[in-house]
């Protein structure tokens, strides 16, 4: 979560759990390809040399812009936030 608020493209190789869901809403740059050292260092010059990479970066600057939005006074996380605050302060 830390590198989409801050707009950065990640590379993700998911093992279990939830890592598949977090590693499709952050952008998979291996898509299948096999892990290895190949399968990375395609994967490094996707992102970091090549067209596709643009557009990663593209993608990741609007779910900062998004997630940006989120913490205003507006957003669903600021407002779940309070209402947790609100509800253990009721405890």
């Known amino acids: 979560m830390e590198s989409i608020c801050e707009g ?3 590379i993700c190789q998911p093992y279990f ?5 977090n590693s499709r809403y952050s952008w998979v740059a291996l898509r299948g390809e ?5 399968g990375i260092e395609r ?5 970091m040399v090549e067209a596709d990479g643009q557009g990663m970066e593209k993608r ?12 205003t006074a507006r957003g669903s996380s600021y407002q779940s936030l309070g209402r947790l605050t609100d509800h253990i302060l009721s405890l």
């Not at 759990?17 to 869901?21: G, I, K, R, T």
């Not at 096999?34 to 190949?38: H, I, L, Q, V, Y």
């Not at 994967?43 to 992102?47: E, F, M, T």
């Open 17 to 21: 759990a939830d890592q598949m869901v």
């Open 34 to 38: 096999t892990g290895g050292e190949e």
């Open 8 to 10: 950065i493209p990640m």
């Open 60 to 71: 990741a600057m609007y779910l900062k812009e998004k997630s940006g939005y989120l913490s």
């Open 43 to 47: 994967a490094i010059r996707r992102v």
